[in-house]
């Protein structure tokens, strides 16, 4: 009894280790976003108080609220479409059987690999072709284009393991199939559907790469590349404690959303592991 206690200690080490090292990394950054660039500089936070100012800065001289509240609309219609393109998708090679299923299957999880390095000069140009550059729908699409297949992966375990019972028994009261996939089917799988949100939400609100090819002005710049134009700048100007305090701006909403959330994530992912 008293050696398995031991190894379960000695287990314990190394995921303390790792969260005392984030809390101390989170804390510094915390800190530092309400300091001054000396304080930062001399190891003296919050020395003279906490300043408001780098924040209010952004926002005033910066307009990073309109940057803002552009990553808060390409993040919630990506995450709305994602899950109604890849909802239906997956309920039909989740409980359906046809001819072609298996590699219909092997092609989602194939995309899974693709690299979106290698297919964003193609969806330039296609976009170029249909005129779509440089608007927000723009990159909306994009969002919901390269994270369909992640969706219909996650999603079609959890319709897997609903007991196709419940979709005969809605046949005999006269429910119909859609009537059935949507007033039965999609409540029963919400952990997999909120799973699949907080991802996308994550993924999303965090991208840097298409969002730099796609959204090529100023007026539908996300978070993530102001962040980058106010570092750059900051940084030629000295101004730290700005840098800090826009770096928490981009990281706080994702963290509040994990914060409150992540209990769902793990019995998400456990409940769609699960086929019947």
């Not at 080490?13 to 300091?35: C, E, K, M, N, R």
């Not at 899950?83 to 092609?107: E, Q, S």
């Not at 296609?126 to 992640?150: D, E, Q, W």
């Not at 978070?223 to 706080?252: D, K, W």
Request: proline share 4%; aromatic share 16%.
């Amino acid at each position: 009894m008293r050696h398995n206690k031991t190894i379960r200690a000695v287990a314990y080490i190394p995921l303390v280790s790792w969260l005392l090292f984030t809390l101390v990394l989170f804390g510094y950054t915390f800190l530092a976003s309400f300091s001054t660039t000396r304080e930062i500089f001399t190891n003296r936070l919050l020395q003279s108080g906490f300043h408001f100012s780098n924040y209010t800065n952004l926002f005033e001289l910066e307009n990073i609220g309109r940057y803002f509240l552009n990553s808060v609309i390409y993040t919630s219609a990506a995450c709305f479409g994602i899950v109604a393109v890849a909802a239906p998708a997956a309920y039909i090679l989740g409980r359906v059987t046809f001819r072609g299923k298996r590699l219909i299957d092997t092609m989602f999880i194939s995309a899974l690999s693709i690299p979106g390095l290698l297919i964003s000069i193609p969806l330039f140009s296609l976009f170029v072709m249909l005129k779509l550059t440089g608007s927000i729908l723009t990159l909306v699409l994009i969002y919901i284009f390269t994270n369909v297949p992640f969706g219909v992966f996650l999603l079609t375990g959890f319709f897997s393991s609903i007991p196709k019972e419940l979709e005969e028994s809605a046949a005999i009261d006269g429910c119909g199939p859609i009537k059935a996939f949507i007033r039965i089917i999609m409540p029963i799988a919400q952990p997999g559907i909120l799973t699949l949100t907080i991802f996308n939400f994550m993924s999303v609100w965090n991208d840097y790469f298409f969002a730099l090819i796609f959204a090529n002005n100023e007026k539908t710049h996300t978070l993530a590349l102001a962040l980058q134009s106010i570092v750059n700048g900051y940084a030629n100007t000295g101004n730290y404690a700005g840098i800090f305090a826009a770096s928490m701006i981009v990281f706080l909403p994702t963290f509040i959303l994990y914060l409150f959330v992540s209990g769902k994530i793990v019995s998400g992912i456990t409940i769609g592991s699960v086929k019947g």
